[in-house]
C-alpha cells in the first residue's frame, strides 16, 4: 500500500481545517520544509500539497512555502491544489519532481 500525506498550507503554516472552515484550523507545524522532511524520515515517498490561501483567493498565496519543501525534499510530489486548473505542459524547471498531475502556471516563481 502506498500512502500519500498532504501538506495543507494555510498562512504559511501547515494547518488541518475543521469541517474545511478556514477560522476553525488546527497548525501542525509552523514550517512546512520541517514538516516535508518528517514525512521523509517516516519513510513516505510522496506528498500532495495544497494551498488553501490560494483556493480562497484564486491566486497562489504559499508559494514560498511550495518553495521550500521543494528545496527540502526528495519525496515525489503528487499534486498542487488550490488555484487554478491543471496543465501537464506548465511543469517549470524546478518543479520536475512533479507527476502526472496539476502545476498552475500561477506559480512562475517556483
Known amino acids: 500500500m502506498i ?3 498532504a501538506i495543507d498550507l494555510k498562512d504559511g503554516q501547515c494547518v488541518r481545517l475543521q469541517k474545511g472552515e478556514m477560522d476553525a484550523a488546527t497548525v501542525f507545524n509552523d514550517d512546512p520544509a520541517a514538516q ?3 514525512f521523509a524520515a517516516q519513510g513516505f515517498e ?3 500539497l495544497v494551498d ?3 483556493a480562497i483567493e484564486g491566486r497562489p498565496v504559499n ?3 511550495v ?3 521543494l528545496a527540502a525534499s526528495d519525496s515525489e510530489l503528487t499534486g498542487i491544489d488550490g488555484v487554478g486548473e491543471a496543465r501537464a505542459a506548465d ?3 524546478g518543479l520536475d519532481r512533479l507527476r502526472q498531475v496539476e502545476v498552475f502556471d500561477r ?3 517556483v
Do not use: M, S, V
Request: net charge negative; hydrophobic share 45%.
Open 36 to 38: 516535508a522532511r518528517d
Open 46 to 48: 510522496w506528498l500532495h
Open 107 to 109: 506559480y512562475p516563481q
Open 52 to 54: 488553501l490561501n490560494g
Open 91 to 93: 511543469i517549470r524547471e
Open 3 to 5: 500512502l500519500f500525506p
Open 63 to 65: 508559494a514560498g512555502a
Open 67 to 69: 518553495e521550500a519543501i
